[in-house]
T-cell receptor
Framework: DSGVTQTPKHLITATGQRVTLRCSPR?????VYWYQQSLDQGLQFLIQ???????AKGNILERFSAQQFPDLHSELNLSSLELGDSALYFC???????????FGSGTRLTVV | GESVGLHLPTLSVQEGDNSIINCAYS??????FIWYKQESGKGPQFIID?????DKRQGQRVTVLLNKTVKHLSLQIAATQPGDSAVYFC????????????FGKGTHLIIQP
């Protein structure tokens, strides 16, 4: 157990729908990162939050958004889902913002 | 755009032999590099990291080498064990305060008995 908790583990939904993925970082970690892993694109950085504030943005689509709450858990919202959004979504956390952050086990999203 | 890539998608080695996984990166501004291991059904697991002001770092059974001249990174695993079978990713941080990592495509390491 890495200490980073992601729920749900699996999610199946239809195109056009909206889903929310949840991440609880390791105790004491202030930074949360979201990554998407697909077969054709590999692991892609989406967005980072640090202590509630957006810190960095990667290849995140406008249909996707995220936030980090006062208790430091984070949610990734995916809307107007397309078949191509099917992927593994990973959350990672770290204390100082880098230095080998710890990944959760991921949420497997299947859009049908 | 700039990206991190791996030379070999699959590497098969005999149990007990040493493994070397290579990675080329193209962003000369990258200041930090990490190797991750990902087993089936799990998230990436940190193995070892190295900052750009170093050229070698050793851990337990693993060594990372960084050659900034040719923008090359390698991961050496000594005396490979069946539990080393996984996909290995190199990742780089672009520097300038940005913390998001750019990952390579991955190398699948297969340990033969």
């Amino acid at each position: 157990d890495s200490g980073v908790t992601q729920t749900p583990k699996h999610l199946i939904t239809a195109t056009g729908q909206r889903v929310t993925l949840r991440c609880s970082p390791r105790s004491g970690d202030l930074s949360v990162y979201w990554y998407q892993q697909s077969l054709d694109q590999g692991l892609q950085f989406l967005i980072q939050y640090y202590n509630g504030e957006e810190r960095a943005k990667g290849n995140i689509l406008e249909r996707f958004s995220a936030q980090q709450f006062p208790d430091l858990h984070s949610e990734l919202n995916l809307s107007s889902l397309e078949l191509g959004d099917s992927a593994l979504y990973f959350c990672a956390s770290s204390r100082t913002g880098i230095a080998g952050y710890t990944f959760g086990s991921g949420t497997r999203l299947t859009v049908v | 755009g700039e990206s991190v890539g791996l030379h070999l998608p699959t590497l098969s080695v005999q149990e007990g032999d040493n493994s070397i996984i290579n990675c080329a990166y193209s962003n000369s501004a990258s200041d930090y590099f990490i190797w991750y291991k990902q087993e089936s059904g799990k998230g990436p697991q940190f193995i070892i990291d190295i900052r750009s002001n170093m050229d070698k770092r050793q851990g337990q059974r693993v060594t990372v080498l960084l050659n900034k001249t040719v923008k090359h990174l390698s991961l050496q695993i000594a005396a490979t064990q069946p539990g080393d079978s996984a996909v290995y990713f190199c990742a780089e941080r672009a520097g300038g305060g940005a913390d998001g990592l750019t990952f390579g495509k991955g190398t699948h390491l297969i340990i033969q008995p």
